[in-house]
């Protein structure tokens, strides 16, 4: 199981420099995982289905640990060919694929990391055709009855039920951390601002009320949800309500990987870790290869 200790090839202290001030603006993950994985290397697992999920397996001191992150920017969407959808999110093929991947992770006793920047579920009636609560609650479920260690660290937004499904504090991982950049909440500010405001908006969500006094009162009231929102969103308060463990900067993640791979190997009396000859990872990357 027990590789070289060997560097990234790119300095974690470049992290920072990745992560776009505006939380809205994007970034490409895969070069998070070249400043935290030994020799930037990392074997991806259904690189080409469920895209705005990536997962695989990559070295930390020379140990294997699997990797579950959201890609940022637009994708493909595999239901509405020549479209795109934005990424970040859960879809129907991303929550199959980390549900697998999780199980396959268990059962080849491999400790799992998750690095969290997602705003949520997929929502609306394209999403309940596709049964996204049933393949969500197999994803939860996986992830409730893994014995494997779980770490996560909540690189930047942290929303909704995807927080819980990528395992989120109250789904127990072994530690959670948060960045300066992390923003923790059921939802964005403005979101739950239009969500209360709703019936008093247009299909653009702008306030629909022409008399002057009632505009000022529902926008005085959005930018008091939002501020309010907002605040809870600080990653130092969420830290005060005990909703995260610890909060570190985006440069020292590699230390912290390094300690969770060391930590995670270290208990294995009562888990199974695996020749890597004979994971049922390899099963499930050759189901997923085309043929012919």
Known sequence: VVGDALPPHHSPSELTALFPDDHRHTYEAEEVL?????????????????????????RVNGLYLGFVLNRQGLIDDPEQRGTKKPAGILYQEGIAKVAAFSRACDADGIPLVWLQDIAGFDIGVEAERL???GYGSSLIYANSTNTVPMFTVLLRKASGAGYYAMAGMPYEPVVQLSTPLTRLAVM???????????????DEFEVAAQDPAERKRIEDGMRAVEARIEGDMDPYQAASQMDTDEIVALGELRAWLELFAETAY??????????????????????????G
């Open 266 to 291: 270290q208990s294995i009396g009562h888990r199974r870790v695996k020749n890597p000859r004979i994971w049922s990872l390899h099963d499930l990357a050759l189901l997923a290869r085309e043929r």
């Open 131 to 133: 049964g996204l609560l």
């Open 188 to 202: 964005e500010g403005r979101t739950l601002a239009i969500a209360t405001y709703g019936t008093k908006l247009d």
């Open 34 to 58: 070249a400043r935290l994985l030994d020799q930037s290397l990392f074997w991806e697992l259904h690189a080409e289905r469920g895209r705005e999920m990536i997962t695989g397996v990559g």
